[in-house]
């Protein structure tokens, strides 16, 4: 059984159409890549899984359920763009914020306490938001995310405006509560953190899914059969070889192959192998997910 | 609810520990108090403490003027028998403990002229009025006496006319016009408190909406009770203020007599003394005014004032919230908040003319319709208002208020997620009936 699934829910607001009949599932101890270009989709979708706004056809199931307000205290989201009460205390935005999940004032003050020692930003709970650092505000509101222990983890850009070292505390976090068994859902444009994070992804572009699967299974679906080799330059290739591979270029020492058809990367060290050739390194050459994704948006468009 | 409580709870607690509040709220009480305690002490520190000595050659006024006792502070020596001249008295007067000499010749009760004070000090303004009307009472009496008309008749068809107002059967004691000004200031009330109040929630709104927060808010709570929070909220500190203002209000007015209640008295005197000898409006003004209060029906107009601040407060902070969430730029909010303020200061308009005419058409229909009747009813109801139309007014109110909320809500849950775009009018219509 999945954790979340959107069956072929649709939305449209009063002139445009912004989920077309979408499908897609998302499973427990996994962390997802939810793409695609500005005014695609992804917000409503997001919008409609933190019951922001109701789907006009179609029904979201969680763990098996029709997705309900008992829900929301599974569920854990990031906007893209932040906010919090400036003028408000740390303690006591936290302390908000649990409330509103209904969590006992003892419960919250362990969550809050926890959180404030793990980010290390304890000795700044009674300052207010205005006086903290970006970086600060920023971890402030991913603890309001993750306070209450989402199952469901949903982070609109989550990265954005971090300097690299808070990003990478973030990063581990994640990491570390996806370790915990929590699901997460990255909504971004930003193609390297897909790569890194992310396991599987869905991307959307015009309301529609174009592309779901698993990261490292799409990048094969993709690929363009290139090799990349280098060479030892005291021994360089000859015409024989050229005749029997496809070279799509070549800079010094090192080669990209295509493969013909039929061909795999071993018949092509054969070959250099035959002629002599020393060779340093050889490498299947995969397209990257921003490639694919600019590829397909722009393909889906045209 | 219990969330709905949460953001109330947060909402009241965060102004209410506001500098500004506190300010507000505690230093215009006692700014109020303080003015009064200095102007009762100019006042009395200005009363004179004089004796005054009297050379009367005319022999009229013996033993005529009545002193301001209270306080010993006007007293007049009478040198009945000094045969010297007012050129040498009028050098020594000091000699006798006399701050100066009052010099009536020998007069002609045609002409009085020659009437003179001599002193170092100019007279305060209150001790020279008295003076003067009791010397103008005597002159008028000597002059009508001699020519033989009865003081007593004149006296007796000397009468303020009044006409009494009877009511139902009811005798009513004070003057429309006292009824009038209570009305008109708790008319003001509202009138300041919905603005203030509902401009508060609006700003809040559009701060939220603004900074994002409320992104994160709508994943816990309902846009419906998030709004009704906020209104709540602010709406109590609003309630707050003004009980604070009306218990330290009673409270000052309590302590000011502990504190200076003999100057009080003094001034008291004072005014009653020189109204006295003046003419008797003044005083017929006060009784009015206390006799008014005693007209009033005020557990009425306590209660009437709390539900019309109360539900004329929903009706319009609503419609404040709405706009607070359906606008994200300043230029925008104007355009958008000109065509509910208009209303409320159609009602003031309306106000005035609801005190000159408490039971015109206009009047009626200000009462009655949402828009103006938290304002125009409670002006109205000191002129004793049948509870027909009131209840009419308070059930009209109690709907439409509600209807606004729901109205407001499904505005509000529509547009607090809208950002960076221009809304219209129309545009706000639909959000109404989008499902």
């Not at chain 2, 969330?3 to 709870?9: L, Q």
């Not at chain 2, 206390?290 to 009033?296: E, K, Q, T, V």
């Not at chain 2, 209660?303 to 902070?317: C, E, K, N, T």
């Not at chain 2, 509910?340 to 106000?351: G, K, R, V």
Request: with cysteine; hydrophobic share 45%.
């Amino acid at each position: 059984m999945h954790l979340l699934e959107v069956k072929n829910v649709s939305k449209s607001f009063q002139n445009k159409v912004a989920l077309q009949d979408v499908s897609l599932a998302f499973d427990a101890h996994k962390i997802y890549g939810l793409l695609g270009p500005n005014g695609a989709g992804k917000t409503t979708l997001i919008r409609n899984i933190t019951q922001i706004f109701f789907p006009d056809s179609g029904q979201l199931l969680f763990n098996g359920e029709k997705l309900a307000e008992k829900h929301q205290n599974l569920i854990g989201y990031m906007p893209e763009e932040r906010g919090l009460y400036k003028k408000m205390k740390v303690e006591e935005q936290l302390y908000y914020f649990t409330q509103l999940r209904n969590f006992s004032k003892k419960e919250a003050t362990q969550k809050i306490d926890y959180w404030l020692n793990k980010l290390d930003i304890d000795s700044w709970r009674n300052k207010t938001i205005e006086e903290l650092s970006k970086g600060m505000q920023q971890k402030v509101q991913f603890v309001v995310t993750v306070l209450h222990d989402p199952k469901l983890l949903i982070l609109d850009e989550p990265f954005s405006g971090l300097d690299p070292l808070n990003a990478e505390i973030i990063k581990q976090e994640i990491f570390e509560l996806h370790q915990k068994g929590t699901t997460i859902i990255f909504s971004t444009h930003r193609m390297e953190n897909v790569e890194e994070i992310c396991e599987e992804i869905y991307l959307i572009n015009e309301g529609k899914i174009i592309l779901e699967g698993n990261v490292q299974n799409i990048k094969q679906q993709f690929k363009k059969h290139l090799i990349r080799v280098t060479i030892n330059p005291e021994t360089p290739i000859n015409d024989a070889i050229r005749t029997q591979t496809e070279i799509v270029e070549e800079k010094n020492e090192v080669l990209i192959f295509k493969l013909k058809e039929n061909q795999l990367p071993n018949d092509i060290l054969k070959i250099l192998l035959q002629h002599q050739i020393e060779i340093t390194s050889m490498t299947e050459i995969l397209p990257s997910i921003h490639e694919i994704f600019i590829q397909q948006v722009q393909e889906k468009s045209q | 609810m219990k969330k709905t409580w949460y953001i109330i709870k947060r909402e009241y607690l965060t102004r209410v520990k506001k500098k500004s509040f506190l300010v507000l709220t505690f230093l215009i009480p006692i700014l109020f108090g303080l003015v009064i305690i200095g102007t009762v002490a100019i006042a009395t520190s200005a009363q004179e403490k004089i004796k005054i000595a009297v050379k009367d050659d005319s022999g009229l006024f013996e033993d005529k003027f009545r002193g301001m006792d209270v306080g010993e502070s006007l007293r007049f020596v009478y040198l009945t028998g000094n045969q010297q001249p007012i050129d040498s008295l009028k050098h020594i007067y000091q000699n006798i403990n006399c701050d100066g000499i009052l010099y009536i010749p020998k007069i002609n009760l045609e002409q009085p002229l020659g009437i003179a004070y001599y002193s170092e000090n100019e007279l305060g303004i209150t001790t020279k009025e008295h003076i003067i009307n009791n010397l103008s009472d005597e002159i008028r009496n000597r002059a009508l006496s001699e020519r033989h008309y009865n003081i007593d008749t004149i006296e007796y068809f000397d009468k303020k006319i009044s006409v009494e107002q009877i009511i139902d059967n009811k005798k009513k004691k004070g003057s429309s016009e006292v009824a009038g000004m209570f009305g008109y200031a708790c008319g003001m009330l509202i009138y300041i408190f919905l603005i203030v109040y509902g401009a508060m929630v609006m700003r809040s709104v559009t701060e939220e909406k603004t900074n994002r927060i409320v992104e994160v808010l709508v994943t816990t709570v309902k846009p419906f009770q998030l709004m009704l929070g906020k209104i709540i909220g602010i709406g109590a500190v609003g309630l707050t203020q003004f009980l604070c203002w009306g218990i330290l209000t009673v409270l000052i007015n309590m302590l000011l007599p502990v504190f200076m209640g003999d100057k009080l008295m003094a001034m008291q005197a004072m005014q009653q003394s020189s109204q006295m000898a003046s003419s008797s409006e003044s005083t017929q003004m006060l009784m009015n005014i206390s006799n008014a209060f005693h007209d009033l029906n005020i557990p009425r107009m306590l209660l009437s004032f709390l539900f019309y601040f109360v539900f004329g407060y929903l009706f319009y902070a609503s419609q404040f919230a709405a706009i607070g969430a359906a606008v994200t730029d300043d230029s925008d909010m104007q355009t958008f908040t000109f065509p509910i303020t208009i209303p409320i200061i159609i009602s003031m308009i309306l106000m005035s003319a609801t005190l000159a005419q408490p039971f015109s058409n206009a009047a009626f229909w200000g009462s009655v319709l949402p828009f103006s009747s938290p304002i125009i009813m409670i002006t109205r109801i000191p002129f004793q208002v049948a509870w027909w139309e009131q209840l009419l007014s308070m059930f009209i109110l109690v709907v439409c208020s509600l209807g606004m909320v729901y109205v407001a809500a499904r505005i509000y849950r529509i547009g607090i997620l809208i950002q960076g775009k221009k809304v219209t009018f129309k545009e706000i219509g639909k959000w109404i009936f989008v499902k």
